[in-house]
């Protein structure tokens, strides 16, 4: 089979693969969409130093069921799934190094998984998630960024935080999703920031409104802009984006008492400002990916926001392409919230 494989920042070579293993309680998928997801790319350019070379990347992927294993009852031979990408009961490979993992496996992200970005993919049954009928390969590729979205607002759920006011930074794939998500937990007002202006025309359609973070802006009438829109500091911001300027906008943003959900990891570190952190009494909540529980909750979110969802493709590449959209993504010399490899 074809296969992309990673070998180094900026590097990824096209290779003829064996198909993988059918083991017993698996099933071999060939591909029809996988979407390039930021961390993709800032892996690609090394960083992130989430990819290790030799690795097949690709963690959004649906296609069809093709084989079977022979413990396998469910799903059938001829299904569309979407990959469910967290591989319980398989801890990373300890030549990662990395604790930031603890005991996810994630397909093609860590190090002894082959990703989705090949023609084919096997995966435990279990993994394989029915794709409700009517939905398109590519627009149900979105339910993994929803689900994102959605095992944050869960983690909320579960320590009593349920705020009325949201900010969240980064008007990416996932900071839009969770403006969704958010307006289905119950937010009554809601912003979104970003740096880059036409990140933020879609923000009312998505029930938010934008702010543009200009180069002159300053944290402080960065926070006052959104107080104005607001009526008061928010209380809860979400960091999407995942550096060091956005972790510091966002403890300067939220609220006396308020919540920081941390969803983006660009960065390796950051700076807390601690004295800031305890005279606000801020509590910081971090969340990484999702479960099954977030995951099928999405996937049937997304028929109802389909139209909105659609609009997130805004490009579209063979396998073979893939290497140079990634260059091109990589160097913003191509804008694009999602870009789909169609096989």
Known sequence: MKALVYQGPWKMSLEDLPKPELKPGNVLIKMESVGICGSDVHGFTGESGRRTPGMVMGHEAVGKVVEKGSAVTSPEIGSRVIVYNILADVPPSPEEGDPSFLDKQVVGVNLGTCGAMADYLSIPAKNAIVVPDGLSPDVALLAEPMAVATHGFNRLKAKAVEPTTVAVLGAGTIGLSTLLVARKRGATQVVVLDKIQEKLERAPAFGAEPVWIKDEDTP????????????????????????????????????????????????KEVTLPLQTAISKETTLIGTYGFNQKAFEEALWMVPKKQDLLATFIEGRCSLEETPEVMTRLAKGEQRALKVVIEF
């Open 220 to 267: 402080g009438t960065v926070s006052d802009t959104v107080t104005s829109l607001l009526g008061s500091k928010p209380a809860l911001v979400v960091d999407a984006v995942g550096t060091r300027e956005s972790f510091g906008q966002a403890m300067n943003l939220v609220a006396e008492g308020g919540t920081v959900l941390l969803i983006g990891n660009l960065a």
